[in-house]
């Protein structure tokens, strides 16, 4: 998709328009002449002849799905009762124990906040030891206490506010908050959904999960989309998640071809070929079929990819090519010198790109 003018747009175009006011530089395109610039200007350079043998593997590793970090902590959920939740408990069959507006209908549901100090207070047993508990262990010691008065007592506990242990999320959701943990077990996608992700603008392939002090990185969409346990783990008392504004990403066409253009490649799978029909296809009379070049930054480095379409069905390697984020297309014209010229203006104005795209 071709997007119109935006303030980075602006700043990015101004910053390669050296490169579109070139756009009569040549360079050698094969054999000597193209080792030899690729010497002087970029010693530290790749150049790879894209063929039938090689594109897939440019494609396998355009294509892998980012990883989600390992996660320390547990593996199942249980919860415990803590400070500031609110049990409920009923013995069945002793009314003298029970609050008596718990069986009308619409009233409120009565309950007992458990302590700072990890207690509950209820009748005959005195101040129960709740914090950190289960709901079965709670149950076990109040009808161990209520014994001593009642024949087999019937007990029954549940927590009816959860207010002790909890997780926050914020960034690219339309309801950033504090959210509770309860006695289901709650997964990052749960979390996600009850703040409801904002499509238009969630990197779900970059969410950050924060525990003990330590930051991991998730790609919750690999989850979604290819089934990964490791993108979806389990959401822990304290957690904080942060969901990231996704940046578009780009690739741009230059050179002699019929529109100048970028490309946004966020949300869809480009090739090679396609993006150069996107942006009309080569000029038939400047350009020279064998110099269709891609500079892609690896790291510190650079590699420059080349196609040669001088035999039409080599455009069927070029879509097998998969582009990536801030790569440069650029169509040469009939080889001649300039090689170098167009190489010293590329490099920093591809600098001065990945910096702005990074503010």
Do not use: H
């Not at 209908?105 to 700072?116: D, N, S």
């Not at 950190?132 to 927590?159: C, H, N």
């Not at 779900?204 to 989309?225: H, Q, S």
């Amino acid at each position: 998709m071709i997007k119109g003018p935006t303030p980075m747009r602006i700043f990015i175009w101004a910053a390669l328009f050296p490169l579109l006011s070139a756009c009569e530089s040549q360079l050698p395109v094969a054999g000597d002449g193209l080792s030899k610039a690729v010497v002087e200007v970029l010693p530290d350079a790749r150049v790879v002849l894209l063929d039938d043998q090689n594109v897939l593997q440019f494609t396998a590793a355009a294509a892998s799905v980012p990883q989600s970090a390992s996660v320390p902590g547990r593996s199942s959920w249980v919860y415990r009762v803590g400070t500031g939740d609110v049990l409920k408990i009923i013995v069945w069959g002793v009314s003298e124990l029970n609050d008596p507006s718990q069986y009308i209908e619409g009233a409120p549901a009565p309950g007992t906040v458990v302590q700072a100090d990890g207690t509950v207070f209820f009748p005959y047993v005195g101040a129960v030891e709740v914090s950190g508990k289960t709901v079965p262990e709670i149950r076990e010691a109040l009808t161990k206490g209520l014994s001593e008065y009642f024949p087999d007592p019937q007990v029954e506990v549940r927590v009816i506010e959860f207010n002790s242990q909890s997780a926050v999320i914020s960034g690219a959701v339309e309801n950033p908050a504090r959210y509770p943990l309860s006695t289901n077990p709650t997964r990052l996608l749960d979390l996600v959904a009850q703040a409801r992700l904002d499509p238009a603008r969630a990197d779900t392939e970059r969410v950050i999960l924060r525990r003990n002090g330590k930051t991991y990185p998730i790609n919750l969409d690999a989850f979604v989309r290819y089934g990964r346990e490791s993108s979806n783990p389990l959401v822990l008392d304290g957690d904080t998640v942060f969901v990231p504004d996704r940046k578009p990403d780009e690739a741009f066409v230059l050179g002699e071809i019929k529109t100048a253009s970028s490309v946004n490649i966020s949300e869809r799978d480009v090739s090679l070929t396609q993006i150069v029909s996107e942006a009309g296809g080569l000029n038939i009379r400047g350009a020279d079929a064998r110099g269709i070049f891609v500079f892609r930054r690896d790291g510190d480095g650079l590699t420059v990819f080349q196609l040669d379409v001088s035999n039409p069905s080599a455009y069927l390697i070029g879509t097998r090519f998969a582009m990536q984020a801030q790569d440069v297309v650029f169509v040469t014209t009939d080889p001649v010198s300039r090689w170098n010229r167009l190489i010293s203006d590329l490099l920093p104005s591809l600098s001065l790109y990945q910096n702005a795209s990074n503010i």
